[in-house]
């Protein structure tokens, strides 16, 4: 369930009803359909289709973010009032670190590019072990003949099994999570990178760093089961207005 976006004037922006650090009510900077509106044209402007939108990113991703604000205003004209710290605010409060934001001004989208993109300005602290999601059927498939992107650019790997876990019934009921032996993957020339304190991107992996299935069960949150559920519907309606036109 999504949150406003508000501002302290003591502490900054914030996400909730009140502030983290002094508990002020603060100034409402946007509601959560408003929240939800930007964050989805962020997407596919950062994400996967810049072209539709006008915008040019660099090879890295990055676009200067004053570029893109009179883009928002034309594809929402209820959006008129966005500014830059709108912007920024959204980014710095993003639970998820969907995007990041540099010294030059500019901004990019942190993971889920289904364009290419160049990574290798990110950091490359990672773990030993990272974990991947993905299905039974998969799994004897990949052991075979390794992971390569899909429907992404990179290969999405989770800080914890319990966060592969959950990111995998985003998309399916019964996600099979695997350890990946981070560590031999980059000594063997296969760089990973850190995207997210939680999300690490690589290009490919050999069957050889695939490990083993993880037998632990995990039990969701409320606002977890809430969340995936909201996903799921919303990608269902997507999906059956898709096929009707």
């Known amino acids: 369930m999504g949150e406003e976006l508000r501002v302290c004037q003591r502490d900054g922006p914030f996400r909730g009803s009140q502030c983290p650090v002094c508990g002020a009510r603060g100034k409402v900077l946007m509601h959560e359909n408003e929240v939800e509106g930007v964050g989805r044209i962020l997407a596919g402007m950062l994400r996967h289709f810049p072209e539709n939108y006008g915008i040019r990113l660099n090879d890295h991703g990055w676009v200067k973010i004053y570029t893109i604000i009179p883009v928002i205003r034309a594809q929402k004209r209820n959006f008129w009032w966005l500014t830059p710290f709108h912007v920024e605010a959204l980014v710095m409060t993003d639970p998820k670190g969907r995007y990041q934001i540099n010294d030059r001004g500019e901004i990019r989208a942190a993971y889920g590019h289904t364009i290419p993109i160049n990574v290798d300005d990110m950091p490359t602290d990672v773990p030993a072990k990272l974990y991947y999601q993905t299905t039974d059927e998969e799994l004897e498939f990949i052991r075979e003949t390794g992971i390569s992107p899909s429907d992404k650019s990179w290969i ?3 800080l914890t099994a319990r966060q592969a876990f959950v990111s995998g019934l985003f998309h399916i009921d019964s996600p099979a999570v695997v350890d990946i032996d ?9 760089p990973v990178y850190r995207a997210t304190e939680d999300v690490f991107l690589v290009g490919e992996i050999p069957p050889r760093f695939v490990g083993e299935k ?8 409320p ?7 909201e996903v799921r519907e919303r990608m269902e309606r997507r999906m059956n207005r898709d096929s009707s036109q």
């Open 223 to 229: 606002e977890e089961k809430e969340e995936i559920a």
């Open 214 to 221: 993880i037998t632990e069960t995990f039990e969701l949150t």
């Open 156 to 158: 999405h790997l989770s």
């Open 182 to 190: 981070a560590a031999a993957l980059e000594e063997a020339g296969y």
